[in-house]
């Protein structure tokens, strides 16, 4: 109760112990295609400290989200792990098909995308994001003046959406967050700075000097 006598309100996923809840109604889906032609070899079993780019998105996902996925691209090499993976259902269409691949497995009304080369997701970002998800459908941050579509919450309105996006072979992602159709929340980066101030959820890893620069922070974080 309130000092006037007004029961507070519970926030957001949490419970009243003060543990935060497992999200049950969101499916997390991990892009992880298997192409890395400018790092020159399979980045998602590189290792920033004790655990691969993999691993490190993976744990992030799971200790949010009960249900999550890995999607592969179709002539991706196998891949093993303790979550559903799924190759592309339609192949060569980029992060655009991952997420038509994923929207159409997940059996939720929602989906939470984010790229396995993300080393340094935020979960109370990830679940700030969900959190908005009623508000359109979809929901994207922004970052350094440039949209965020590979960490951002899916509708399973967008499916049929995108799916006539690749039929006609047009598989840019802002494409689909322009469509007339769809409604997009934004989430500026002054919000986004709030629970993440130095935007590492956005950091992704392409090239070796990309990693070089991760595994100076993750070490730098360590020695603090």
């Keep these: 109760m309130t000092d006037g006598g007004v029961e507070a309100s519970t926030p957001p996923f949490f419970c009243t112990t003060g543990?935060?809840?497992m999200i049950t109604d969101v499916t997390g889906v991990l892009l992880a295609g298997g192409r890395s032609q400018r790092m020159g070899q399979d980045k998602r079993f590189l290792p920033i400290g004790d655990r691969t780019l993999l691993e490190r998105a993976?744990?992030?996902?799971?200790?949010?989200?009960?249900r999550v996925c890995i999607v592969i691209a179709q002539d991706s090499p196998a891949l093993s792990a303790n979550v559903p993976?799924?190759?592309d259902l339609v192949a060569d269409c980029g992060s655009l098909g991952g997420l038509y691949t994923g929207l159409r497995e997940a059996t939720t009304p929602h989906i939470f995308v984010a790229a396995c080369d993300m080393p340094?997701?935020?979960?109370n970002l990830i679940r700030h994001i969900i959190g908005l998800k009623e508000q359109a459908d979809i929901v994207v941050a922004s970052w350094n003046n440039r949209i965020q579509p590979t960490h951002a919450i899916y509708s399973k309105r967008c499916t049929p959406i995108f799916e006539d996006m690749i039929r006609?072979?047009?598989?840019?992602i802002q494409d689909a967050l322009q469509h007339p159709s769809l409604t997009v929340r934004f989430i500026t980066e002054s919000d986004v700075?709030?629970?993440d101030p130095d935007g590492r959820s956005f950091l992704n890893i392409n090239t070796p000097a990309d990693?070089?620069?991760?595994?100076?922070?993750?070490?730098?974080?360590i020695r603090l």
């Design 58 to 66: 993976l744990n992030s996902m799971s200790s949010l989200l009960q």
């Design 85 to 87: 993976v799924f190759r």
């Design 193 to 195: 700075r709030q629970i």
């Design 168 to 172: 006609k072979r047009n598989v840019k």
């Design 211 to 221: 990693l070089d620069a991760a595994r100076l922070l993750h070490d730098e974080a």
């Design 120 to 123: 340094f997701l935020n979960v």
């Design 19 to 21: 543990v935060p809840k």
